[in-house]
């Protein structure tokens, strides 16, 4: 993919870990896991975080119960979450105000 991208001539391009939060000006860009094994190359999510909203664009990422909780317990109760639907929100705020 890399030499693709070179290729391409794109000359700022940085390979990302799960997780590992990237600074830019005053937003936090946190690349999240893609549990979707189906396709050869999976794609990354992202947290966007400017010290009061969180937004995740979800992109390819299966939904899990747990993958919720850690974004939870990384940055609060407050992501708006880009995505078709996802019945598992409703779940997981059930069982934490519940």
């Given amino acids: ?55 995740w664009n979800q992109v390819d990422t299966i939904v899990s119960p747990e993958l919720l909780n850690t974004f939870i317990d990384y940055r609060g109760n407050r992501i708006w979450h880009i995505c078709v639907i996802s019945p598992c929100w409703r779940e997981i705020f059930a069982f934490k105000s519940g």
């Fill in 1 to 55: 993919m890399l030499e693709v991208l070179k290729e391409l001539e794109l000359k700022n391009v940085t390979v990302v870990e799960d997780f590992k939060a990237i600074e830019y000006k005053d937003i936090t860009l946190t690349p999240t896991p893609s549990l979707n094994q189906q396709d050869y190359f999976p794609e990354h999510g992202l947290l966007v975080h400017d010290g009061s909203v969180t937004i």
